[in-house]
């Protein structure tokens, strides 16, 4: 048992975490009349959320008209069927087209957080139910200095998505300026000024402020936190659940000043993040982990699954059951100058044109412009047989000068570094870039001259890039006449390994629709809930759209919240 001093602290809901999850079940719950403390075990809020798109999957919301009324739900309710088979839970299901829409306007009604529409398409959007625009929502952009002194405790985006810390609206339109900069003066003029703004808040906040994507959604969830008057401690860390009589009555915490009871009338919620850094268990989840495969999650190193293994000390259980156990996101390691590694997510790179994956073999194996998940389950099958799950990025020099390749910026940024630390392969024909790269030269040449062939007239007759939606979207709308595809011809060539990493774990706690953790008896483990990452995904380990995580996740804060309130608004 842990020795406790006799520093106590009071409340009706204690939540363990500061994303998206604990952060938007707090708010709810204060709105609703409760008290509530946050304790978060980093010295930053903002979770996994401040590195994310800021992207939520909500059919129905109100700028998404292919999903409103009752033919739009059963088309939302349909896909969902299609995407999750034999693992559809029906009463979640409806509980998340039900509330979904109604959290969103509770949020801008009544909180700092507002949204914007996008034009992603669903991901499968040629599947039954699938949508081509409109489910997909965006967290407004936001001037951060909104939160004063407490700016310290934001979490900073990924350093490796940003240009000198600089943030990129989630949008083709502002991405699309930075690539056209030395070719188009709109864009010079706009990149201009947006570096000239970026270097002046480096100068006074020595962080940029103008903040997009989840970051923004961290900083306005955390601002109505601070308006609401919650306590959010930092650096606070939950040592152990507290039990009597068989319910959870709060937590012992580390604060600064010593380990502190806080009790929790109405319940203690698990908002810890899931377990993308808990080693033992993803060699259990990740079968290419299990077979000594690499595995670099880019999201938070403190998601160590410390939620779900406090509910299992309660009494809980998190089943490893989903095909897939997280969010795919192939990545790749990106040396720094102090002999350091950061971790680059490819969300664009594989959709343009002139780009290439292969693995060891040379061979394609997908439709390198589908989604970030699809193409890490891909990697991960085409590894089957392999100890080490990687493959390679290839394209020519104009391509990458003109769109990039991973970290690596187009020009007119160098990328000589990049090729002598090692991060780029770089040889005047794809036989020597094969051999330098450690992939089967006659496969590399032979899969390149197939690919040529086709896509000289914009053709991709081996997997069909540029047949959906969502492949277009994410391509180059002025390359034609397939923005996804164009032929690799002129050295010098390149090559990028990439390896396997995720957006977040999809199995996790096994909760009822309003987020109480269940026990071995299958029955709720009286005061304990779970929402985020902790709970398992209601997406049966499968990625159907953007913000398909962040979507449910309020929406589940929000439902889960309003039940600890006392609102009954889902069948038990």
């Keep these: 048992m842990t020795s406790v001093s006799v520093n106590e602290k009071n409340c009706d809901v204690l939540v363990i975490g500061a994303g998206a999850g604990g952060l938007s079940t707090a708010i709810t719950a204060k709105k609703h009349g409760l008290d509530v403390i946050i304790i978060e075990k980093e010295p930053f809020f903002g979770g996994t959320m401040a590195f994310s798109g800021g992207v939520l999957w909500i059919p129905g919301n109100r700028f998404d008209k292919s999903s409103s009324g009752d033919a739009g739900r059963q088309a ?38 507002k949204f914007i529409p996008t034009l992603y398409p669903d991901y499968h959007s040629t599947k039954a139910g699938g949508s081509e625009c409109g489910r997909s929502i965006l967290a407004a952009p936001y001037d951060a200095t909104e939160l004063g002194s407490e700016i310290v405790r934001l979490r900073r985006p990924l350093e490796t998505i940003t240009f000198i810390g600089m943030m990129f609206n989630s949008s083709n339109a502002d991405i699309k300026h930075f690539f056209n900069a030395t070719r188009s003066l709109t864009s010079f003029t706009y990149v201009t000024k947006r570096l000239v703004s970026h270097l002046k808040d480096l100068i006074r906040y020595r962080r940029g402020v103008q903040i997009t994507s989840g970051n923004a959604l961290a900083a306005r969830l955390a601002k109505t936190v601070f308006d609401l008057g919650i306590p959010l401690l930092t650096s606070a860390p939950a040592k152990e659940l507290l039990i009597e009589d068989g319910k959870i009555t709060g937590a012992v915490v580390g604060l600064l000043e010593g380990d502190t009871r806080i009790t929790a009338r109405r319940g203690v919620v698990l908002a810890c993040g899931g377990f993308p850094h808990d080693l033992q268990r993803i060699k259990k989840a990740y079968s290419h982990v299990a077979r000594g495969g690499v595995h670099v999650s880019p999201t938070p190193e403190a998601n160590t699954g410390d939620g ?201 706690l096994v909760t009822d629709v309003v987020g109480r953790v269940i026990g071995e008896d299958k029955q709720p483990i009286p005061g304990l809930y779970a929402v985020g990452n902790d709970r398992a995904s209601m997406m049966g380990g499968n990625y159907p759209g953007a913000g398909i995580t962040l979507g449910p996740i309020m929406t589940f804060g929000y439902i889960t919240a309003r039940h600890l309130a006392g609102f009954n608004d889902c069948r038990q």
């Design 76 to 113: 939302a309710r349909l896909y969902l069927h299609n995407e999750t088979g034999d693992l559809y839970d029906s009463e979640t299901v409806e509980a998340f087209l039900e509330h979904g829409p109604r959290m969103l306007d509770f949020f801008e009604r009544e909180t700092e957080v």
């Design 308 to 508: 779900i293994r406090l509910a299992e000390d309660a009494g809980g259980c998190c089943e490893i059951r989903y095909p897939n156990a997280a969010a795919w996101m192939p990545v790749s390691r990106v040396p720094r100058r102090d002999g350091s590694y950061g971790v680059f997510p490819h969300l664009l790179d594989r959709c343009k044109p002139g780009v290439i994956a292969v693995n060891r073999k040379g061979q394609r194996f997908c439709n390198e412009a589908n989604s970030y998940h699809d193409v890490g389950a891909a990697i991960i099958d085409t590894c089957k047989d392999d100890k080490e799950t990687v493959a390679w990025l290839i394209c020519d020099h104009r391509t990458i000068r003109k769109y990039g390749l991973g970290y690596a910026k187009p020009a007119p940024v160098p990328i000589k570094y990049y090729v002598n630390s090692g991060y780029l392969y770089r040889a005047a024909t794809l036989q020597e870039l094969a051999e330098s790269a450690q992939i089967d030269p006659d496969g590399l040449v032979a899969t390149v001259s197939r690919f040529n062939a086709d896509a000289i007239s914009g053709e991709d007759q081996e997997f069909g890039r540029g047949a959906t939606a969502f492949n277009r979207y994410l391509a180059d709308p002025d390359h034609k006449p397939n923005p996804c595809v164009a032929p690799i011809q002129r050295g010098p060539f390149y090559a990028l390994k990439i390896v396997m990493g995720d957006l977040g774990t999809f199995d996790g």
